[in-house]
Nanobody, 124 residues
Framework: QLQLVESGGGLVQPGGSLRLSCAAS????????IGWFRQAPGKEREGVSC???????KSTASVKGRFTISRDNAKNAVYLQMNSLKPEDTAVYSC??????????????????WGKGTLVTVSS
């Protein structure tokens, strides 16, 4: 059974950092592009950062310079390092996967497998 499980969420003060993890089971992440998404209360889900099978990344403008996505295929996991957190970053963060054979490709709209999410709250 293909499964993605997120961890690392929690309560953090503005300006703080968190590292989210996305662990896969039932399949090998080597052949999947992975995206991190978030959904704040009352808002639509948005793509945050995405990493292709060759490690190429892209991020939405609001997190560039603050968030870094990375992957460790040996651990079958993808990470989202979040620095300089702001209250507007508060949301449920989810990871998702899309099978890929194309270097440099990662499309937020093409994800097929989803985790259940982890809550990040940025508040003083």
């Amino acid at each position: 059974q293909l499964q993605l499980v997120e961890s690392g969420g929690g309560l953090v003060q503005p300006g703080g950092s968190l590292r989210l993890s996305c662990a896969a089971s039932g399949f090998t992440l080597d052949y999947y592009a992975i995206g991190w998404f978030r959904q704040a209360p009352g808002k639509e889900r948005e793509g945050v950062s995405c990493i292709s099978i060759d490690g190429s990344t892209k991020s939405t403008a609001s997190v560039k310079g603050r968030f870094t996505i990375s992957r460790d295929n040996a651990k079958n996991a993808v990470y989202l390092q979040m620095n300089s957190l702001k209250p507007e970053d508060t949301a449920v963060y989810s990871c998702a996967a899309s099978r890929s054979s194309t270097w440099g490709w990662c499309d937020f709209s093409s994800m097929a497998y989803w985790g259940k999410g982890t809550l990040v709250t940025v508040s003083s």
